[in-house]
């Protein structure tokens, strides 16, 4: 079975410009999850998905973030326009139920020059 | 305020020595405590969590509500143990919140 996939892995972009990042969940997993770890800071919750609904969207810092799921399928987050402090990984992950494991994709490196 | 705490941003032991990642957490509902581990080049991925009560690669961990603590215990530590740690909460609302890592590094 395929696990959690983003792309791209790795992004280097200059402040100003837009970014998209994509997730592609486990099949069948209605919950999906944005995460990120900026520099020398903790994995922090971004965002949670329950199809194609924002469950809670609490964590995502400012409009400059824009996150879909159409179709309840893969998931985008797209910076725009992006600045130096958005530099960092960029997790996704999912789970089948609600509050059952979440697996984590490999992480998208952001860097923003 | 939700809150993990992991006070050792590395640890280092020597090959079978007894290994404890600390992890504290500040919750005023029920929690729900996880390990996770990133090994190199690889995914973050779950180790544990207390409500399974499980033990994997021979790690425990005990929730202890009165201390508020979830600490990671393996008795005989390997060098495929090296890897980053992260304690993690989840609660009510399912997000969960991650301490800031600790490096266990497993000299031979």
């Known amino acids: 079975e395929a696990g959690v996939t983003q792309f791209p892995s790795h992004s280097v972009i200059e402040k100003g410009q837009t970014v998209t990042l994509r997730c592609d969940p486990i099949?069948?997993?209605?919950?999906l999850y944005w995460y990120r770890r900026v520099m020398g800071k903790e994995i922090k919750f971004l965002l949670h998905?329950?199809?194609?609904?924002?469950?809670?969207e609490s964590g995502m810092p400012n409009n400059r973030f824009l996150a879909e799921r159409t179709g309840g399928t893969y998931s985008t987050l797209k910076v725009q326009p992006a600045e130096l402090e958005d530099s960092g990984v960029y997790f996704c992950a999912s789970s089948q139920f609600f509050q059952e494991t979440q697996y984590f994709g490999p992480g998208t490196r952001l860097l923003v020059l | 305020a939700q809150r993990v705490t992991q006070p050792e941003k590395l640890l280092s032991v020597f090959k079978g020595a007894p290994v404890e990642l600390k992890c504290n957490y500040s919750?005023?509902?029920?929690?729900?405590l996880f390990w996770y581990v990133q090994y190199s080049r690889q995914r973050l991925q779950l180790l544990l969590r207390h409500i399974s009560r499980e033990s994997i690669k021979g790690f425990t961990a005990d929730l202890n509500k009165g201390e508020t603590s979830f600490h990671l215990k393996k008795p005989f530590a390997q060098e495929e143990d090296s890897a980053m740690y992260y304690c993690a909460l989840g609660g009510a609302t399912n997000k969960l919140i991650f301490g800031t890592g600790t490096l266990l590094a497993v000299q031979p």
């Open positions: 919750y005023s509902g029920s929690p729900e």
């Open positions: 998905f329950v199809k194609e609904s924002k469950q809670d």
């Open positions: 099949s069948g997993h209605d919950n």
